[in-house]
Antibody, heavy 121, light 110 residues
């Protein structure tokens, strides 16, 4: 079955960088778009970014545009989120989520378990 | 402030029918599919309803979704204690070029 496993979270100082990974299995990874979604402690879900099945198209939330970069390596079935200039308000559990389509952005049908990022001095 | 509007809370007693609503605009709900997610305490979100009203395999038929214009609803019939969770609506927004979520509705089973 579909499995998404996030890793790379931890505690990081404001202004520093961090790279999250999402290892996928159980489906044809290179056929589907993948999202990053985050959830601050005690808050709701916030979409972060999406990448198309082949990496040609990416979209970002305004809150992370210019600081975060989503990418994928289809040969490794792995999704990444490069996070730069981190701020305390980026503190959240980060989930990767598989879209139902390759590039039509319908919505996610499977989610990982999440990885916690804490930005604090 | 979320792009999609949901009531912060809802409640019902076991066996009752409860509805969770989600209000948006022509650039999101009005022109794209709505998805509904259930998030139990301390766990990742789980897909409940896709493409407005499609129930994935394994989701009980007590859960149903509908959409009309720029609003969508999730109905839960035969309420059970294990339905106590947060429920989120989501859809793509053409103006924002991004996926948007409702603020979430916390369902309490009394």
């Amino acid at each position: 079955q579909v499995q998404l496993v996030e890793s790379g979270g931890g505690v990081v100082r404001p202004g520093r960088s961090l790279i999250l990974s999402c290892a996928a299995s159980g489906f044809t990874f290179n056929a589907y778009a993948i999202h990053w979604v985050r959830q601050a402690p005690g808050k709701g879900l916030e979409w972060v970014a999406v990448i198309s099945f082949n990496g040609d198209y990416t979209y970002y939330a305004d809150s992370v545009k210019g600081r975060f970069t989503i990418s994928r390596d289809n040969s490794k079935n792995t999704l990444y989120l490069h996070m730069n200039s981190l701020r305390p308000e980026d503190t959240a559990v980060y989930y990767c989520a598989k879209d139902e389509t390759g590039s039509s952005w319908y919505g996610a049908d499977s989610w990982g378990q999440g990885t916690l990022v804490t930005v604090s001095s | 402030q979320s792009v999609l509007t949901q009531s912060p809370s809802a409640s019902g007693t076991p066996g009752q029918r409860v509805t969770v609503s989600c209000s948006g605009s022509s650039s999101n709900i009005g022109s794209n599919y709505v998805f509904w997610y259930q998030q139990l305490p301390g766990t990742a979100p789980k897909l409940l309803i896709s493409r407005n009203n499609q129930r994935p395999s394994g989701v009980p038929d007590r859960f149903s979704g509908s959409k009309s214009g720029t609003s969508a609803s999730l109905a839960i019939s035969g309420l059970r204690s294990e339905d106590e969770a947060d429920y989120y609506c989501a859809t793509w927004d053409d103006s924002l070029s991004g996926w948007v979520f409702g603020g979430g509705t916390k369902l309490t089973v009394l």
